[in-house]
Protein backbone atom coordinates (compact mmCIF):
# COMPACT_ATOMS: atom_id res chain seq x y z
CA UNK A 1 0.00 0.00 0.00
CA UNK A 2 1.99 2.87 -1.19
CA UNK A 3 2.06 6.13 0.51
CA UNK A 4 -0.25 8.52 -1.41
CA UNK A 5 -0.84 12.44 -1.08
CA UNK A 6 -4.59 11.99 0.13
CA UNK A 7 -2.75 9.07 2.95
CA UNK A 8 -0.38 12.33 3.70
CA UNK A 9 -2.71 14.89 3.87
CA UNK A 10 -4.92 12.36 5.85
CA UNK A 11 -2.72 11.46 8.65
CA UNK A 12 -1.01 15.22 9.02
CA UNK A 13 -4.74 16.51 9.98
CA UNK A 14 -5.25 13.61 11.97
CA UNK A 15 -2.14 14.69 14.26
CA UNK A 16 0.28 12.41 15.70
CA UNK A 17 -0.98 8.86 16.53
CA UNK A 18 -2.80 8.15 19.47
CA UNK A 19 -4.09 4.22 18.97
CA UNK A 20 -3.35 1.68 16.62
CA UNK A 21 -6.22 2.75 13.67
CA UNK A 22 -4.13 5.99 13.57
CA UNK A 23 -0.97 4.39 13.73
CA UNK A 24 -1.59 2.27 11.43
CA UNK A 25 -3.15 5.61 8.91
CA UNK A 26 0.36 6.70 9.87
CA UNK A 27 2.22 4.30 8.54
CA UNK A 28 0.77 3.96 5.39
CA UNK A 29 1.12 7.42 4.65
CA UNK A 30 4.85 7.87 6.03
CA UNK A 31 7.69 8.36 3.50
CA UNK A 32 11.29 7.81 3.24
CA UNK A 33 12.84 10.17 0.31
CA UNK A 34 16.02 8.50 -0.97
CA UNK A 35 14.81 5.05 -0.68
CA UNK A 36 14.16 3.18 -3.82
CA UNK A 37 9.93 2.78 -3.87
CA UNK A 38 10.45 -1.28 -3.66
CA UNK A 39 12.35 -1.03 -0.87
CA UNK A 40 10.05 1.76 1.51
CA UNK A 41 7.24 -0.74 0.03
CA UNK A 42 8.69 -3.64 1.25
CA UNK A 43 9.27 -1.94 4.66
CA UNK A 44 6.13 -0.47 4.85
CA UNK A 45 4.16 -4.10 4.16
CA UNK A 46 6.30 -5.25 6.46
CA UNK A 47 5.48 -3.13 9.22
CA UNK A 48 1.73 -3.22 8.58
CA UNK A 49 2.04 -6.73 9.08
CA UNK A 50 3.47 -6.88 12.09
CA UNK A 51 0.73 -4.03 13.65
CA UNK A 52 -2.04 -6.32 12.14
CA UNK A 53 -0.60 -8.92 13.63
CA UNK A 54 -0.15 -7.09 17.33
CA UNK A 55 -3.23 -4.99 17.37
CA UNK A 56 -4.20 -6.59 20.91
CA UNK A 57 -0.96 -4.94 22.64
CA UNK A 58 -1.12 -1.72 24.13
CA UNK A 59 -0.97 1.53 22.38
CA UNK A 60 2.24 2.09 24.25
CA UNK A 61 3.67 -1.43 23.88
CA UNK A 62 3.19 -0.45 19.62
CA UNK A 63 5.09 2.83 19.90
CA UNK A 64 8.04 1.70 22.00
CA UNK A 65 8.60 -1.51 19.66
CA UNK A 66 8.69 1.13 16.82
CA UNK A 67 10.34 3.44 18.68
CA UNK A 68 13.21 1.20 19.48
CA UNK A 69 13.57 -0.54 16.60
CA UNK A 70 12.51 -3.96 17.55
CA UNK A 71 10.09 -4.02 14.84
CA UNK A 72 12.56 -2.59 12.02
CA UNK A 73 15.23 -5.31 13.18
CA UNK A 74 12.51 -7.95 13.36
CA UNK A 75 11.86 -7.33 9.22
CA UNK A 76 15.41 -7.06 8.38
CA UNK A 77 16.18 -10.20 9.80
CA UNK A 78 13.36 -11.92 8.53
CA UNK A 79 14.07 -10.67 4.90
CA UNK A 80 17.99 -12.41 5.95
CA UNK A 81 16.87 -15.86 7.09
CA UNK A 82 14.48 -15.83 3.91
CA UNK A 83 17.45 -15.57 1.59
CA UNK A 84 19.10 -18.61 0.48
CA UNK A 85 22.65 -17.69 1.26
CA UNK A 86 24.49 -16.80 -2.18
CA UNK A 87 27.47 -19.05 -3.35
CA UNK A 88 31.16 -18.68 -2.92
CA UNK A 89 31.24 -16.44 0.24
CA UNK A 90 34.45 -16.10 1.37
CA UNK A 91 33.22 -15.62 5.09
CA UNK A 92 34.39 -17.68 7.98
CA UNK A 93 34.84 -18.19 11.60
CA UNK A 94 38.03 -15.89 12.43
CA UNK A 95 37.81 -13.66 9.49
CA UNK A 96 37.33 -10.06 10.76
CA UNK A 97 38.72 -7.61 8.29
CA UNK A 98 34.61 -6.35 7.93
CA UNK A 99 35.22 -5.64 12.16
CA UNK A 100 37.96 -2.92 11.26
CA UNK A 101 35.28 -0.25 11.37
CA UNK A 102 37.27 3.00 10.24
CA UNK A 103 36.02 6.45 11.95
CA UNK A 104 34.82 7.05 15.53
CA UNK A 105 31.45 5.64 14.57
CA UNK A 106 31.62 2.50 13.17
CA UNK A 107 27.95 1.83 11.96
CA UNK A 108 24.29 2.91 12.78
CA UNK A 109 22.43 0.25 14.82
CA UNK A 110 18.94 0.60 16.44
CA UNK A 111 18.32 0.82 20.16
CA UNK A 112 16.68 -2.43 20.33
CA UNK A 113 20.15 -3.20 18.80
CA UNK A 114 22.39 -1.30 20.73
CA UNK A 115 20.72 -2.65 23.79
CA UNK A 116 21.38 -5.58 23.15
CA UNK A 117 24.63 -5.18 22.42
CA UNK A 118 25.11 -3.61 25.28
CA UNK A 119 23.42 -6.59 27.39
CA UNK A 120 25.62 -9.37 25.83
CA UNK A 121 28.94 -7.30 26.59
CA UNK A 122 28.68 -5.59 29.76
CA UNK A 123 29.22 -8.67 31.89
CA UNK A 124 32.78 -9.67 29.79
CA UNK A 125 35.91 -7.80 30.71
CA UNK A 126 39.36 -8.14 29.10
CA UNK A 127 40.80 -7.36 26.11
CA UNK A 128 38.67 -6.32 22.90
CA UNK A 129 39.03 -5.79 19.23
CA UNK A 130 41.41 -2.63 19.46
CA UNK A 131 43.86 -5.01 20.88
CA UNK A 132 44.02 -6.62 17.47
CA UNK A 133 44.02 -3.70 15.46
CA UNK A 134 43.29 -0.22 16.62
CA UNK A 135 40.16 0.29 14.64
CA UNK A 136 38.70 -2.67 15.00
CA UNK A 137 35.29 -3.18 16.94
CA UNK A 138 35.65 -3.49 20.43
CA UNK A 139 33.69 -6.59 20.47
CA UNK A 140 35.70 -7.94 18.66
CA UNK A 141 37.65 -10.82 20.81
CA UNK A 142 41.38 -10.12 19.79
CA UNK A 143 42.59 -13.54 20.48
CA UNK A 144 40.28 -15.64 18.34
CA UNK A 145 38.77 -12.71 15.85
CA UNK A 146 35.33 -13.73 17.03
CA UNK A 147 32.60 -11.67 17.92
CA UNK A 148 32.06 -11.57 21.63
CA UNK A 149 28.53 -10.56 21.49
CA UNK A 150 27.66 -13.13 18.07
CA UNK A 151 24.19 -13.76 19.22
CA UNK A 152 23.62 -9.66 19.33
CA UNK A 153 25.60 -8.40 16.62
CA UNK A 154 23.70 -5.93 14.46
CA UNK A 155 21.89 -6.14 11.22
CA UNK A 156 25.04 -4.49 9.52
CA UNK A 157 27.58 -7.66 10.94
CA UNK A 158 24.95 -10.03 9.69
CA UNK A 159 24.60 -8.49 6.49
CA UNK A 160 27.83 -7.40 5.00
CA UNK A 161 29.04 -10.98 2.93
CA UNK A 162 32.26 -10.84 0.55
CA UNK A 163 33.68 -13.52 -1.89
CA UNK A 164 37.09 -12.25 -1.43
CA UNK A 165 38.68 -11.34 2.14
CA UNK A 166 41.70 -9.90 0.43
CA UNK A 167 39.00 -7.62 -0.78
CA UNK A 168 37.94 -6.83 2.83
CA UNK A 169 41.01 -6.42 4.04
CA UNK A 170 41.86 -3.92 1.37
CA UNK A 171 39.11 -1.77 2.40
CA UNK A 172 40.00 -2.02 5.84
CA UNK A 173 42.87 -0.33 5.44
CA UNK A 174 41.29 2.47 3.17
CA UNK A 175 41.97 1.15 -0.20
CA UNK A 176 38.40 0.56 -1.96
CA UNK A 177 37.98 -2.66 -4.22
CA UNK A 178 34.97 -4.71 -5.40
CA UNK A 179 33.88 -7.75 -3.54
CA UNK A 180 31.87 -7.21 -0.65
CA UNK A 181 28.27 -6.62 -0.64
CA UNK A 182 25.57 -5.53 2.17
CA UNK A 183 22.38 -7.75 1.48
CA UNK A 184 19.30 -6.10 0.93
CA UNK A 185 18.01 -6.47 4.13
CA UNK A 186 20.19 -4.17 5.37
CA UNK A 187 18.70 -1.19 3.52
CA UNK A 188 15.04 -2.48 4.20
CA UNK A 189 15.41 -2.66 7.51
CA UNK A 190 17.01 1.16 7.91
CA UNK A 191 13.70 1.87 5.21
CA UNK A 192 11.41 0.47 8.24
CA UNK A 193 12.99 2.12 10.99
CA UNK A 194 12.75 6.01 8.86
CA UNK A 195 9.11 5.08 7.83
CA UNK A 196 8.49 4.54 12.05
CA UNK A 197 10.13 7.36 12.74
CA UNK A 198 8.32 9.83 10.59
CA UNK A 199 4.66 7.90 11.68
CA UNK A 200 5.71 8.67 15.31
CA UNK A 201 6.41 12.12 14.69
CA UNK A 202 5.48 14.12 17.80
CA UNK A 203 4.61 10.59 19.66
CA UNK A 204 8.13 9.36 20.38
CA UNK A 205 11.73 9.81 19.54
CA UNK A 206 13.40 7.08 17.11
CA UNK A 207 17.40 7.39 17.58
CA UNK A 208 20.33 5.76 16.17
CA UNK A 209 23.40 4.87 17.97
CA UNK A 210 26.87 3.98 16.59
CA UNK A 211 27.90 0.56 16.77
CA UNK A 212 31.52 1.20 17.76
CA UNK A 213 30.64 3.43 20.67
CA UNK A 214 27.85 1.23 22.19
CA UNK A 215 30.67 -1.83 22.57
CA UNK A 216 33.84 1.08 23.22
CA UNK A 217 30.96 1.78 26.26
CA UNK A 218 30.00 -1.51 27.52
CA UNK A 219 31.35 -1.17 30.98
CA UNK A 220 29.47 1.92 31.58
CA UNK A 221 26.02 2.11 32.18
CA UNK A 222 23.17 1.42 29.72
CA UNK A 223 22.08 5.25 29.98
CA UNK A 224 25.43 6.22 30.14
CA UNK A 225 26.35 3.88 27.28
CA UNK A 226 23.30 4.86 24.73
CA UNK A 227 23.46 8.69 26.18
CA UNK A 228 27.37 8.90 24.39
CA UNK A 229 26.53 6.76 21.72
CA UNK A 230 23.14 8.64 20.38
CA UNK A 231 23.02 9.53 16.57
CA UNK A 232 22.01 12.80 15.19
CA UNK A 233 18.58 12.70 13.52
CA UNK A 234 19.94 13.02 10.14
CA UNK A 235 22.56 10.48 10.51
CA UNK A 236 19.74 7.64 9.86
CA UNK A 237 19.41 9.34 6.61
CA UNK A 238 22.80 10.06 5.63
CA UNK A 239 23.54 6.12 6.33
CA UNK A 240 20.37 5.56 3.99
CA UNK A 241 21.47 7.56 1.33
CA UNK A 242 25.05 6.05 1.59
CA UNK A 243 23.84 2.38 1.34
CA UNK A 244 21.67 3.69 -1.97
CA UNK A 245 24.23 5.16 -3.38
CA UNK A 246 26.58 1.95 -2.99
CA UNK A 247 23.86 -0.63 -3.83
CA UNK A 248 24.70 -3.36 -6.85
CA UNK A 249 22.35 -6.15 -8.28
CA UNK A 250 20.29 -8.15 -6.17
CA UNK A 251 22.68 -11.17 -4.93
S1 LIG B 1 32.81 -9.87 4.96
FE1 LIG B 1 34.95 -10.12 4.38
S2 LIG B 1 36.14 -9.88 6.28
FE2 LIG B 1 34.00 -10.26 6.84
S3 LIG B 1 33.92 -12.50 7.19
FE3 LIG B 1 33.29 -12.09 5.05
S4 LIG B 1 35.18 -12.29 3.84
FE4 LIG B 1 35.79 -12.06 6.00
S1 LIG C 1 29.50 -6.43 16.83
FE1 LIG C 1 30.71 -8.28 16.45
S2 LIG C 1 30.36 -8.78 14.28
FE2 LIG C 1 29.74 -6.65 14.59
S3 LIG C 1 31.55 -5.40 14.06
FE3 LIG C 1 31.59 -5.78 16.29
S4 LIG C 1 32.84 -7.63 16.55
FE4 LIG C 1 32.24 -7.53 14.38
Redesign the pocket.
Known amino acids: MPATPRATRRAARAGPPRDAASLRAALVAARAPGSPAEVTERARAGLLAWLDASTAQPFETLVRALATGAVATQIGRAMLAQTPEPPGLACAAGC ?1 F ?2 I ?1 PGAD ?2 TITGAEARA ?1 HAALAPQSGPG ?1 TDWHPE ?6 PDTR ?5 D ?3 M ?3 SYVSRDAAACAAIAEGRPMPGPATHPAQITYLTAHALARAALAGVAPTPTYA ?2 TV ?1 ARAGASLAEALKTARHAPKSLDAERRRLVRGMGPAR
Do not use: Q
Request: glycine share 8%; aromatic share 4%.
Open positions: ACCLGALGACPALDMCRAYARPICRLKA
